[in-house]
Nanobody
């Protein structure tokens, strides 16, 4: 089982990025994928999740209307499209696997290594 993030980078405020989470060893029919972010000195924050099957998607209030989570079952990849990025979105972004969507990091058992997103003002 493995999840690997990619797609981070540096953009100006108002710009866009699309993160990818490539999964191996399990099916999206059985597991949810969550996106978290973390800045130094703060707890890891759950920002979005796509549940197993077609159950649903979830967003924290700070990213609603700007971020869109989706998945491609054929490619075993989950995407996080991030638009209208703000400096406060700067963080390391992680994807992780869980049986069901949850805002708590302890519900997730496999994590990627993270990808840095930096938004300049």
């Amino acid at each position: 089982v493995q999840v690997v993030e990619s797609g981070g980078g540096m953009v100006q405020s108002g710009g866009s990025l699309r993160l990818s989470c490539a999964a191996t060893g399990f099916s999206f029919d059985d597991y949810a994928i969550g996106w978290f972010r973390q800045v130094p000195g703060k707890e890891r924050e759950g920002i979005s999740c796509i549940d197993r099957g077609d159950i649903g998607t979830y967003y924290t209030d700070s990213v609603k209307g700007r971020f869109t989570i989706s998945k491609d079952n054929a490619k075993n990849t989950v995407y996080l499209a991030m638009d209208n990025l703000k400096p406060e979105d700067t963080a390391i972004y992680y994807c992780a696997r869980s049986r069901r969507c949850s805002g708590s990091a302890v519900a997730y058992d496999y994590w990627g290594q993270g990808t840095q997103v930096t938004v300049s003002s």
